[in-house]
């Protein structure tokens, strides 16, 4: 399935008929797996030669024993799959991201075999000590300590090859979460765990990681007992001794889903939901700028992602889930930044037989986006479809048939799509087939391919 994506050089733009100056990104979209399991949630990240990993769990229903992590690639130009855990404890949110000398690092959480105290450890492995295509258990390294739960791990490498942690304690009946951070290298291992938080009384929850190109260790996630959102911390090392500090945001909204970036300049990008708007704040060389909306307010429940995206010109990707009718159209969507701005929400796709279930987002240094998600279905049971959207810049938006050629069957199929309301039809993807569908098709049938 083929679909369009039009990134407009004005902010806010990509709606409306096609401007001549608007850049043009079209993905080929692929079903991956449909059967009879729960494939989910997904993370995705695109190599320097434009390859696409995936890694992702499966397991029986939503929650079993029999959850395990696999990993996926086109590197050879099929796509390929590996079984990468095999036990019988959960293995959960897997987290993969390729650093800049093009090794893929994996990280997510685990049970403790049934003989051991209830709870989870992190573990983790990377490309350089054995090709995910071919890793197992015996290539997992143990970075947390089987003495307390451990999850949600997520991972940034600096330039050194260091690989750096954040996740938070999973207490059971005990104090309140805490956000803690660690390392990793091939030579030293395992560095020491640092207490990031310490407090019985407040919870904190699901860390986000990011190393900027001066070694600095940035990490963001909430703080607070809500159910549904809290306030936003955030933490870096830029100190004196590497110790970390609690830096003000100048933020005094509830926040839920953060995700952050450090750009190549420095310049740090934190991103989260807040109430039923998606929004970011970003570092400006004396602290924060103020909140920046970047879907309508009250419009758009963004949920269900992994991590953002830096392109290699340091534009930013952000993909979401939205399931809220009521508040707008359910779909994955994903933003994208250009040179003045931030795109819509582009709506990649929106079908799910029951809910989005996860998104993820990266972008390879040859520009090449990719985003993989996942649809829940419930056939004998409860089961997740894994799909996967890659841009292709050599496809023709104007060809709806897909022969090749820009003629009178595109124009008629394209009659047919808009009478029927079907989606292919909402050219301008903003989730609504209307006139200015109409028109952006006929600026697009009349440039041809």
Known sequence: MRIPLRIATGAMAAVGVVPAAMAQLSFQTELLIQDTMFNNPVSVAVDPDGAVHLAYTSQ??????????????????????????????REEFPYLMIDSSGVLHL?????????????????????????????????????????????????????????????????????????????????????????LTNNSAIENREPAIAVGPDGVVHIAYEEGNGVFANPLVYQNNDTPTGDFQT??????????????????????????????????????????????????????????????????????????????????????????????????????????PQSNVSASVSVGQNGTVAVGYTFSDFRTTVVADLYIAISDDDACIADLNGDGVVDADDFFLFLQLFAAGDMRADINSDGVIDADDFFAYLTLFAQGC
Request: aromatic share 12%; charged share 20%; hydrophobic share 35%.
């Open 60 to 89: 029986f229903s939503t929650d079993s024993t029999s959850k395990e992590v696999w990993y996926a690639t086109n590197a050879t130009g099929d796509w390929e799959y590996n079984q990468i855990t095999n036990n019988n404890v």
């Open 107 to 195: 990280t997510f959480h685990t049970g403790f075999p049934d003989s051991g105290p209830p709870g989870n450890q992190v573990r983790y492995t990377n490309s350089a000590i054995r090709p995910l295509i071919e890793a197992g258990e015996a290539d997992l390294i143990n970075i947390s300590p089987d003495n307390v739960s451990y999850i949600l791990p997520k991972i940034d490498v600096d330039a050194d090859g260091v690989v750096h942690f954040a996740f938070q304690t999973q207490r059971f009946g005990g104090p309140r979460n805490d956000i803690v951070y660690t390392t990793w290298d091939a030579v030293n291992g395992v560095g020491p765990l640092v207490f």
């Open 247 to 352: 830096v003000g945001t100048g933020l005094f909204v509830n926040v839920a889903r953060v995700g952050i970036l450090a750009d190549s300049t420095g310049k740090v990008t934190i991103g989260f939901r807040n109430d039923d708007t998606f929004a970011i704040i970003e570092s400006n060389g004396a602290g924060f700028t103020p909140m920046q909306d970047l879907t309508a307010r009250g419009q758009f429940r963004a949920a269900f992602y992994d991590k953002f995206a830096l392109g290699p010109d340091d534009k930013r990707y952000f993909a979401f889930c939205h399931n809220i009718a009521s508040l707008g159209q359910p779909g994955v969507y994903l933003i994208a930044e250009t040179e003045n701005g931030f795109t819509e929400p582009i709506r990649m796709e929106g079908n799910a």
